[in-house]
């Protein structure tokens, strides 16, 4: 079955469970932000996942993308897919108006693409790399870049990549070798191999637009010497440049996306920022990069659980414990089954809750009147980001591998589509930096640095909506206190043992998001009707099944601060 | 790189950790039990799969098996290697003298298909199948059947599949439709369906000796009705039976074994053992089959840490904290790395010792001379074996994922074979009893309906081996306290609440798992040197990493039986 977006859940979650309208009345930027408009688009983009993109999923991974003589083919009907979803405007949906965007909310851009991840991982991730460069060419891109190709990458008529990756700089960028050599006339010659660039070639657009990072001439060793050049793959004269796709990667998953090796061979290209702040210019859109990642995985999840819901329910087997029926009973009756589904539920609404109020938190820190308002929203954006991309990449694999379980022996075949998502979900573990990397971005580069005055002041923010009366709040709001003391600890011997912190930096995320989760869970109790059990049986699931792992994160930091810091 | 079974490990758990010549003394039956001659097997075992099957491997994955017109060619290599394999006489290793076996432990074909299965989990598939047909036809075949057939099954001459599933009975063989209609002459003719059928047709031998489950005329619905038949793709005078393999699946993995839909159209077969006895025919031989099981699980897990560990030994990213080394340091050097690494290493060295130490139960249980003992291993067996089936079939899964993820981005392409273990292991979850019906298997069906009693022995036997004055083995000797509280406490309220004990299975088969391994790694560490890197990393990631999920475990049961048993 191919998958369907539930978009009255994603309205449930906006609107009822967050107050969208509620928490954005102040943002007098955003003037399309009205409820109907913002329902209509859900609607609208809904429909277009289900009946365009989601029908080409299997195909994509059967088929996958060729390579011959250079040139890349996409799966059958990605080309045509994504024409008719740049023509309809869905790039553009969240790009500003004056670069012919629809200036919508962000976080209906994340929706979106949650959604596309979900049917068709493979076609969206060539559309999803639009919006890094879009935004790293609008904010730091000169006059003539701007006028050349921001349009163009606005409305995805053209798309682009990231290259960022070679051979032996992977996590650590700034082993980057490529070179840009300035000429006469103000541009470079970029000469270089990259790998793992998605949508480095293919047949969907025209023209692709490179954003390379490079070093200039006399630049400094390391990260700092690191410059980000624009490099289009056609040049406006019309003429090939020197960029050439040499090979793309047999991978595990993902085949409808070409991963492609590129090499440079003094290709021009332009300086985007200043020589030295390639990785700055990256960087600001770190936040949206991530998060887009961690809507993956909940998107992937959805579209796992979802296959799984529906084999449960017409697959029978055995009697179910205490069933009257005549055996064999539908296997969603049995307990095993029917935890496996609850669980996963319980991921994806609470991650929905967690990524939606964050995909606001990126407009507000933007565009609220109140300084204080737009510190808070950063704050949560730099904390809950890495905690979101790490935490839902790896439920998204481990999760769509329990909903393989739920198919026996008839998910280990292709047929039924579910392994596809086990495969294509787990590179959502490693890329956009890997899951180890986002949990000592947490704890090591921002948790410890500020003495763990941000984590502590997220945590009020969690605290402050939570009513101690209520059982789930009450559990919720210890967790916040034994997490801020935890973090105290860690931050009283960080400085004595420097290693420590890079032992627990795992379990230290898991413990965060384990809490997020549950403030999720307690807003979306407060929203749902109690008798409700859409919403109950995953509640349930949240506090029986995922929640426990929070004391066992929290013993083992503890465990390592006895060991590791003798008194 | 290619898997090399590390022969030295293998001798120092099974002769000095676990001291199995000492264990096997009184076993007369076992006349070549001597020490010498089992190292010196073992040392031949590792060499054979090392330089014959090992190199097959990548290719048997990317290539896989085809069919064509009802034929199946196996990839390149996989027969030449197949017949040096059975002209060797590896697979009789621990077939008995009579039917042309060398009459060798148990132990040490377990040891072997570890390691064959971790160098080329496809290829073994085809002779991992042989030991349940032999055992099965050993025990229940006529006279006639066995002088027909066994010595070539015991040589491996001759391949076996076992025909259970259909398309429509999977986990539930009561619903199996397949019928066998008598003939005058004693024969049967055999008609069905069969699916996922390892091994139902290929080029690897002239002969294929399908063991059928079928349903006799007036047999009674559900498992009761069911027998077993024996059915060979050629005939005895030379003509071909009415077997035919009308595909073979696509799967996510495993793809050097061919998977195969089987159709039987009234092909010629006979009983094997009594009319309506064909589960117990098959279930007498569960044990070591799954045990089989549990050794690939540990095998896999032990071909993704030896990938992973050469990769993080020769790739450097980035300066590990407390380095005072020039950057980039060595990956192993990342304390998440480091983690990674001594975690699952820590889990193949533990599950070692349970695996090899469960193997010696089934001889011990067969031939030792005590009844009290032969009790006491045959009560092993059972308890055990599911628990390892599953725990290390789910840790070959999710230790390969994690040893996928030391490689960054190079893990998800299939340049380095790691992204192959993770999806070859994923089966092992599923084939031989889903892991779900595994911890059924162990808390419902063998430790509540006695009350206990066995589990508790089980415990005894355990704690036995520990020395209280050791920390470790403490807090091994207090886990078993509890756990054999927890025990309690479930067999209290099971009658009356008969759906809670499958809710909380998959529960309490870990926290088994768990003080099981926590007693190999205190034999470990009787057996090692303290100051010995190689055994003391591994047992303090047992310690730090793994073991906490054992109190996770049992608060989850408590929080169970708290909610659905109200005082």
Request: glycine share 10%; net charge negative.
């Amino acid at each position: 079955m191919d998958y369907r977006p539930a978009s009255q859940d994603a309205q449930f979650i906006l609107f009822e469970v967050l107050d969208a309208s509620g928490q954005l009345l102040p943002l007098k930027g955003l003037a399309e932000a009205d409820p109907d408009l913002q329902r209509q688009v859900l609607e609208e983009a809904a429909k277009f996942v289900a009946e365009v993109v989601a029908p080409l999923n299997a195909a994509g991974d059967h088929l996958g993308c060729r390579f011959e003589a250079g040139a890349v083919t996409t799966p059958p009907g990605f080309a045509q897919a994504y024409k008719s979803f740049w023509e309809a405007g869905w790039p553009a949906l969240s790009c500003r108006p004056e670069h012919g965007g629809q200036g919508l909310l962000w976080v209906l851009e994340g929706v979106l693409y949650e959604w596309l991840s979900a049917a068709n991982h493979g076609w969206t991730m060539a559309p999803g790399l639009l919006h890094g460069a879009y935004e790293c060419l609008a904010r730091s891109g000169s006059d003539e870049l701007k006028a050349a190709y921001l349009d163009k990458i606005a409305s995805g008529e053209w798309l682009a990549t990231m290259c960022l990756s070679e051979a032996h700089a992977g996590s650590d960028l700034g082993l980057v070798r490529t070179r840009a050599t300035p000429q006469p006339d103000g541009s470079f010659h970029v000469s270089g191999s990259k790998i793992f660039i998605s949508g480095g070639e293919h047949d969907l657009t025209d023209n692709i637009v490179h954003l390379v990072l490079a070093r200039l001439p006399d630049a400094p060793p390391g990260p700092k010497g690191l410059s980000l050049l624009l490099v289009p793959k056609v040049l406006a004269d019309g003429r090939r440049n020197e960029v050439y796709c040499d090979r793309i990667e047999e991978k595990m998953g993902l085949h409808g996306s070409p991963t492609c090796a590129m090499r440079f061979d003094d290709a021009a290209g332009w300086l985007v920022g200043e020589p030295g702040r390639g990785l700055n210019a990256m960087f600001v859109m770190m936040n949206a990069a991530r998060l887009h990642v961690a809507l993956q995985g909940i998107g992937l999840l959805d579209a796992a659980w979802q296959k799984a819901d529906a084999y449960a329910r017409e697959r029978r087997q055995m009697r179910a414990p205490g069933s009257r029926d005549a055996p064999p009973d539908l296997i969603v009756q049995h307990p095993a089954i029917r935890r496996i589904l609850d669980t996963q539920r319980s991921w994806v609404d609470g991650g929905r809750v967690l990524a939606y109020q964050t995909g606001l938190e990126l407009d507000i820190a933007k565009h609220h009147p109140e300084d204080s308002r737009r510190v808070q929203a950063q704050r949560w954006c730099e904390l809950v980001t890495p905690v979101l991309k790490a935490a839902f990449t790896e439920q998204a694999f481990h999760g769509a591998s329990e909903c393989l379980q739920v198919f026996g022996g008839h998910g280990y075949i292709r047929e039924w589509g579910i392994e596809q998502v086990v495969r294509d979900s787990r590179v959502t573990m490693i890329y956009e930096g890997t899951n180890e990397i986002q949990a000592i971005d947490l704890l090591v580069r921002k948790v410890l640095p500020d003495g763990g005055r941000g984590m502590s002041a997220l945590l009020e923010d969690l605290e402050r909506g939570l009513d101690k009366s209520n059982a789930p709040a009450a559990e919720m709001l210890a967790s916040c206190a034994r997490l801020r003391s935890l973090t105290s600890k860690l931050v009283g011997v960080a400085e004595a043992h420097v290693e420590l912190p890079f032992w627990v930096a795992g379990d230290y995320l898991r413990a965060v998001a384990l809490v997020l989760l549950g403030w999720a869970w307690t807003r979306i109790g407060d929203a749902a009707n109690a008798q409700d059990a859409r919403w109950q049986e995953p509640g349930d699931a949240f506090r029986h099944w995922i929640f426990p792992e929070f004391k066992m994160r929290l013993e083992m930091i503890d465990k390592q601060l006895t060991l590791k810091t003798p008194q």
